[in-house]
């Protein structure tokens, strides 16, 4: 089988070494690039958002690179994402394409269906159930370590001497992790990676701004969906945090009802579930304002519903916890200079609240 | 007045050489229009430009500054700000003491003349803005995300349709006795609900008062929601000159809107304001590189970076033939390398 899967954020890694140990092929997507969003554009409903967009158009490139299996995720709740899965494989078939997309939907809510799933990749690799299980758990191991990796360097990119050092030690790092084989190469390749983010030569900076990123999950993880915010953000010296990683940072650090959690933070706002992370991103929003944070930036891809509720919700938390937030909607536009405008004037104002600007300069 | 024009005075009286007079220059290069504010050291305005971009913001830079030349006596340029949505190439080539994006540098120039001011407006070619400003500072603000429905280029294009120069085209609207509903929510709308009134036998004056409603509609449904607006709310960009949006303003937000002297080179006058700041009112030696420049080439290729699976595409600009300035990678290797 050669398997394919969508493109998100530096997941990719850890999903090919998953595919290729269990003794598949594993067709990568290439890197998401104008081609990719042009051909999603292309085939898709017009008035589909850009997250379905970029990933038929990513799953027509690795078509191209011989793929002929799709795995992906489904989802449930008020959001279209539910339904992409099915969606993509009819277009794909009506462009004459015999491609099949297995969507596994939550292990907790159908475990019946999944594991059905499951059994088919497992048989035709000839592998045994725990063998099975220990492939999941290694690949486990290196989503944790990517983010570990991202993580790293969200807190170095602003404070690195030289512009652009922090992105060629992250890319570095990915690299490494890519050659991994077994759970020690991937401990190995993290602490390597980790070295090479600590030995970035830093500036010192008295005080770092600190902004929150929360949004649909999708534009919030994939940088080429995001116009890469987080680089721009940390190029403008802040630190910023991300609300959600596929490793589930977050949930795995917090407290043990997160989810019950959430729901109590996020109630003065939003007191049910409104679809996609929308509740949560009011809860994370909250959240990142109790830590002390200056502000936050809503992700958010063009005409979604679920981000719609919560840019309605954000005034009242702005103008009730003094807490600004910067409501940013990504679609088909590729120039960056719109963003980064609009994060320039975010930062200064941060920056000035803070005590912390010189007119005229950036903050200091 | 000024430390620094005070000395200049001083010394003037004094018999000596007269001691050239420390001005600030800020450029504005938007969509539509670049805009040049000369001010002196007190913060007064000296001179202003107007001009059109036509999507070639070096040349139109280097006309605003030989025109420039014509303007300054024996005063030198001690300090220049950039703004707008080209402030970072002409930031590199006229060598920019700032660099600011247009938010704040509207903001200053409203802290400026109009302190006590707790709203800004402004709408300009491609961009609209709404600016929350509490005890002269930004407090929020929003900008126009993926529509330009509204915007100066609109209007623009809808006098040009219409037959009517766009300098009439809010006199027209004053003139309006039955107002027509025009949909505001997408300019393509607009538009085609606009010639369909038309067809119908409505007035001009009907139909450009009903546009002036829709567009105001529309930025109060778009950028508004949700936002404090409270008076007093100044109103600028090229667009304030349309006197039926300013009452289309009022009569919405039930508000008087003020347009300031200078509305609509604002971003060019806080650019200069922050120059001033920047280079401690001319205390620190300037990095612009003088009016010379004019006469200089520039130019811009760019090339697809093939040292990684990103492809950065790389834009590399020089000055008569030596690379000043490179951007678009993200590792950052070929910013590093210039001349």
Not at chain 1, 308 to 325: A, Q
Not at chain 2, 261 to 272: I, K, R
């Amino acid at each position: 089988m050669n398997i394919t899967f969508p493109r998100m954020g530096n997941s990719y890694n850890a999903f090919a070494h998953f595919i290729n140990r269990l003794g598949h092929k594993a067709v990568v997507p290439p890197p998401l690039s104008d081609r990719t969003l042009s051909l999603g554009v292309k085939h898709a409903p017009e008035f589909a958002c850009i997250p379905f967009k970029i990933i038929l158009g990513s799953y027509l490139e690795a078509i191209e690179q011989g793929a002929d299996i799709i795995i992906t995720s489904g989802g449930s709740g008020p959001c279209r994402a539910g339904f992409y899965g099915i969606l993509h494989e009819r277009i794909l078939r009506s462009l004459g394409y015999d491609i099949e997309v297995v969507v596994f939907d939550s292990i907790y809510q159908r475990p019946k269906d999944f594991f059905a799933k499951a059994n088919r990749f497992r048989r035709a690799a000839g592998v045994s159930w725990p063998r099975f299980f220990y492939l999941i758990w290694e690949a486990w191991e290196m989503v944790k370590a990517l983010d570990e990796l991202e993580r790293l360097s969200l807190d170095v990119r602003p404070r690195e001497k030289s512009v652009g050092a922090t992105t060629r030690a992250l890319d570095q790092a990915y690299e490494i992790m890519a050659q991994a084989e077994t759970n020690v190469d991937i401990q190995a390749a993290r602490d390597k990676g980790l070295a090479l983010l600590r030995g970035v030569p830093l500036q010192n900076k008295e005080y770092l701004l600190k902004i929150g990123i929360v949004g649909e999950i999708y534009v919030l993880i994939e940088p080429f969906a995001n116009l890469n915010i987080q680089e721009m953000l940390g190029n403008l010296g802040v630190f910023c945090d991300r609300a959600i990683y596929l490793s589930g940072w977050t949930k795995e650090n917090t407290v043990a009802d997160h989810d019950a959690a959430l729901r109590r933070t996020a109630s003065p706002y939003v007191n049910q579930m409104i679809g996609g992370h929308g509740l949560e991103n009011v809860a994370y929003a909250i959240r990142y304002q109790q830590q002390g944070f200056d502000g936050v930036v809503h992700l958010a891809p063009f005409a979604c519903i679920p981000e719609i509720v919560v840019k309605s919700v954000f005034p009242r938390v702005t103008h009730e916890l003094d807490f600004p937030v910067l409501d940013v909607f990504l679609d088909e536009l590729t120039g960056k200079a719109g963003l980064q405008t609009r994060l320039e004037a975010f930062v200064d104002m941060l920056a000035f609240k803070r005590g912390k600007y010189q007119l005229g300069g950036v903050y200091t | 007045m000024s430390q620094i024009a005070l000395a200049a005075n001083l010394a003037a009286d004094a018999g000596h050489q007269p001691v050239a007079e420390p001005v600030f220059l800020g450029i504005d290069v938007g969509s539509v229009s670049t805009n040049l504010v000369l001010i002196n050291g007190a913060g007064k305005v000296l001179h202003t430009q107007y001009l059109r971009t036509y999507g070639r913001p070096v040349e139109v830079v280097q006309k605003g500054l030989t025109a420039l030349t014509g303007v300054l006596d024996d005063q030198v340029v001690a300090g220049v700000g950039t703004t707008g949505s080209a402030r970072h190439i002409t930031g590199h080539m006229v060598r920019a003491d700032v660099i600011k994006n247009e938010i704040t540098a509207h903001a200053v120039a409203v802290a400026e003349l109009a302190p006590d001011a707790r709203t800004i407006i402004e709408i300009g070619g491609q961009d609209s803005k709404l600016i929350i400003l509490r005890n002269g500072v930004v407090t929020d603000f929003a900008m126009n995300t993926v529509c330009a429905a509204g915007t100066g280029s609109f209007l623009d294009q809808q006098a040009f349709r219409l037959g009517v120069p766009i300098e009439e085209f809010g006199g027209l609207a004053l003139r309006a006795k039955n107002r027509v509903r025009i949909a505001g929510r997408c300019a393509v709308f607009a538009e085609s609900d606009m010639v369909h009134k038309q067809q119908l036998g409505h007035s001009l004056e009907d139909i450009v008062a009903g546009l002036c409603d829709a567009l105001v509609r529309n930025y109060i449904n778009n950028i508004a929601k949700g936002k404090e607006i409270l008076g007093p709310v100044v109103f600028q960009g090229g667009v304030a000159a349309n006197t039926g949006i300013r009452r289309a303003f009022e009569e919405a937000l039930q508000l008087e809107v003020i347009v300031p002297p200078h509305f609509d080179v604002m971003g060019a006058y806080g650019a200069a304001l922050l120059a001033r700041v920047i280079t401690g009112e001319g205390r620190r030696k300037t990095r612009f590189k003088g009016l010379q420049i004019v006469k200089s080439e520039f130019k811009s290729t760019s090339q697809e970076c093939k040292g990684c699976p990103n492809l950065c595409e790389i834009v590399n600009f020089s000055e008569d033939g030596r690379v000043i300035a490179r951007w678009g990678d993200r590792c950052g290797k070929w910013q590093a390398i210039t001349g």
